[in-house]
């Protein structure tokens, strides 16, 4: 049995992996940081939308490639080896994935045709103050009106929210979970800029009455709950994969650097210390790879993967710690000079682990699951 990338996931990883080589360096990024600049390259947007890599899981007849997750998952993670200033995750994963499983054929035929050509941009308002379960908002929340919706509340940590066309969110309803797109420019919609170690702008996103039409309204009650679900695995797994784009990058710059660093006249790389610090990090990179692979190929097949995902939350929270650190310790002085690119790498390592939660309440979680015979029994 071949466990090897198909031909057409090689092409998209291939490709995206060369634009974006051709078109972020250390020096493109540098004019984003300490909010210099919005955060958002948009002449690579629009490359991406030409070369058809926005609409890589968008259905043909949508305009796409109409390909799966997995090759999204692919493209997600070489995002994150060149920690590109894209917003892909919120925009492809976290809103255009769930309106092309669970919305009206109207709703994907006004939507999908526009973010496979990136004229639009999509976003997701998935945290809330003191709530990092985005299956269960509860400081949202929705009332029907008639055909329409009323929401009130807040969501915080909005990524491109002030430019987004549409932000997906979840309320919670006297019957279940309500999920809409919200117009962040309708009445009663105030957005407040936070920051964030990353440079991305993202934005608290608050709702005063704000009135949701039936043509924005994605699914309620039980539907909402699973389409939530739904998109929480996907959008976890994608940060994982991204996780393991900027990790495995890190790696590969610390054996770069102690294989041309000298100290006492010889090659630090020949030091035993150094050399074991690099084999971890390689031994920690592989494995993230090897259960994110697992999780993106499980919720591809569409078979169910909440283990799956879960064990490759819990890696990808610790490797990202254990290299970052890692390659820190290997790069000496030169890792925290803001004049070499690695320290931006780890913010992001840091970030993303700190965004996917910690990995100690996953792994109680996942114990709990295997106790109660969810995990890994016949």
């Not at 492809?92 to 309106?99: K, Q, R, V």
């Not at 919305?103 to 004229?119: D, N, R, Y």
């Not at 008639?146 to 969501?155: A, C, P």
């Not at 000079?337 to 965004?355: F, K, Q, S, V």
């Amino acid at each position: 049995m071949d466990f090897g990338f198909s031909e057409q996931q090689r092409d998209v990883q291939n490709l995206a992996r060369q634009i974006l080589s051709d078109n972020v360096t250390a020096e493109k990024l540098s004019q984003y940081d300490d909010y210099k600049a919005e955060r958002f390259d948009r002449e690579l947007w629009q490359k991406f939308a030409e070369a058809g890599l926005l609409g890589v899981a968008i259905d043909e007849e949508f305009g796409g490639m109409g390909f799966g997750f997995f090759e999204l998952g692919l493209l997600v993670e070489e995002a994150g080896r060149a920690i590109a200033p894209l917003p892909l995750i919120s925009h492809l994963i976290s809103a255009a994935l769930p309106i092309q499983q669970f919305a009206s054929h109207a709703q994907k035929l006004a939507w999908l045709p526009k973010v496979a050509s990136g004229e639009i941009l999509l976003t997701a308002a998935l945290s809330e103050a003191y709530n990092d379960d985005p299956t269960q908002p509860y400081l949202t929340t929705a009332k029907a009106e008639g055909d329409s919706l009323v929401l009130n509340g807040e969501k915080t940590n909005v990524p491109f929210a002030h430019i987004a066309d549409r932000i997906l969110l979840a309320a919670k309803t006297s019957d279940g979970i309500a999920v809409v797109l919200l117009n962040p420019k309708a009445e009663g919609v105030s957005l407040s800029a936070q920051q964030v170690t990353t440079y991305e702008p993202q934005y608290v996103v608050s709702l005063n009455n704000v009135r949701i039409g039936a043509g924005d309204i994605l699914a309620t009650g039980m539907d909402g709950q699973a389409l939530m679900q739904w998109l929480a695995e996907r959008t976890t797994v994608a940060l994982c994969a991204h996780q393991l784009g900027a990790s495995d990058k890190a790696m590969r710059m610390s054996a770069s650097y102690t294989a041309e660093r000298k100290q006492f006249g010889v090659l630090i790389s020949t030091f035993q210390a150094v050399g074991h610090r690099a084999a971890n990090c390689f031994i920690d990179v592989e494995c993230l790879r090897l259960n994110t692979y697992q999780a993106i190929s499980r919720l591809d097949g569409g078979l169910d993967a909440t283990n799956e995902v879960q064990i490759a939350k819990i890696w990808a929270g610790d490797v990202g710690h254990r290299v970052s650190y890692a390659a820190q310790h290997l790069h000496g002085g030169t890792g925290i000079d803001r004049d070499y690119p690695l320290w931006r790498y780890c913010t992001w390592l840091r970030y993303n682990e700190m965004a996917l939660g910690g990995s100690a309440k996953t792994l109680a979680k996942l114990g709990k699951r295997i106790a109660a015979g969810q995990a890994f029994c016949s």
